[in-house]
């Protein structure tokens, strides 16, 4: 059963604008981590954000920001006044305590941003 | 620090030939993990080392995969008798393990099988 859902295969923003990036996870742990990376076309995973399960605010970084609701399963991704740099994958992931401590990823969501 | 290294960044092989990959990993991370990311797909999950050990190696995708760490630093990742299919970017990540550590990935190697 996929454990970690991004609908959004592709999205395209106008630059300075706020976009949102869904995903949704499905775990039996209380305790879990939920992560965002970006990936440019270089290939490197670059950590944006993390969240964890007990953790009551929403994350923030800068200018992103997780929108986390626990009972809905959803963790998504909000970046605020999107810039052109910020056109490339990102993918949502998660981690479980009682996995094999690797992380398990969504499919991902192509972000471009125009101009 | 100087980040997570993966070597070489591009590798280009026949089928049926052996392939290795190194990663170096962040010096004082003591946890290191092999994914294996095809083309429109997220990165899926290997193998992972505690120092030098391997707790790990269910998840590697066939017994044609094999990987060590033989000294708790850099880790290798082989494969046997190479496939089409195991065309792939082949990232590499470290951490200091635990909650709420996060992971420091590599820029990958991208193997071509022809």
């Known amino acids: 059963a996929q454990k970690i859902t991004q609908t959004q295969p592709g999205m395209f923003v106008q630059e300075k604008e706020a976009v949102t990036l869904d995903c949704t996870y499905d775990?039996?742990?209380?305790?879990?981590?939920l992560f965002w990376y970006k990936q440019p076309s270089s290939g490197e995973m670059i950590f944006l954000i993390y969240?964890?399960?007990?953790?009551?605010q929403n994350a923030t970084e800068g200018r992103y920001s997780l929108n986390f609701q626990k009972a809905r399963k959803s963790a998504n991704l909000v970046i605020s006044a999107s810039q052109l740099g910020d056109s490339a994958m990102y993918f949502c992931?998660?981690?479980?305590?009682?996995?094999?401590?690797?992380?398990?990823f969504g499919k991902g969501t192509h972000l471009i941003i125009q101009p | 620090d100087t980040g997570v290294s993966q070597n070489p960044r591009h590798k280009i092989t026949k089928r049926g030939q052996n392939v290795t990959f190194r990663c170096d990993p962040i010096?004082?991370?003591?946890?290191l993990y092999w994914y294996r990311q095809t083309l429109g797909q997220g990165p899926e999950f290997l193998t992972y080392?505690?120092?030098?050990?391997?707790?790990?190696k269910s998840r590697l995708l066939s017994d044609r995969f094999s990987a060590e760490r033989p000294k708790g630093s850099f880790s290798t990742l082989e494969i046997q008798r190479t496939e089409q299919g195991d065309s792939a970017m082949y990232l590499c990540?470290?951490?200091?393990?635990?909650?709420?550590?996060?992971?420091?990935f590599g820029s990958g190697t991208r193997l071509t099988v022809v």
């Open positions: 990540a470290s951490s200091l393990g635990g909650f709420p550590y996060g992971y420091t």
């Open positions: 775990t039996s742990d209380q305790s879990y981590g």
């Open positions: 969240q964890g399960s007990y953790d009551e």
């Open positions: 992931a998660m981690r479980e305590p009682g996995g094999a401590d690797g992380l398990t």
């Open positions: 010096s004082e991370h003591n946890r």
């Open positions: 080392f505690q120092n030098e050990a391997q707790l790990e």
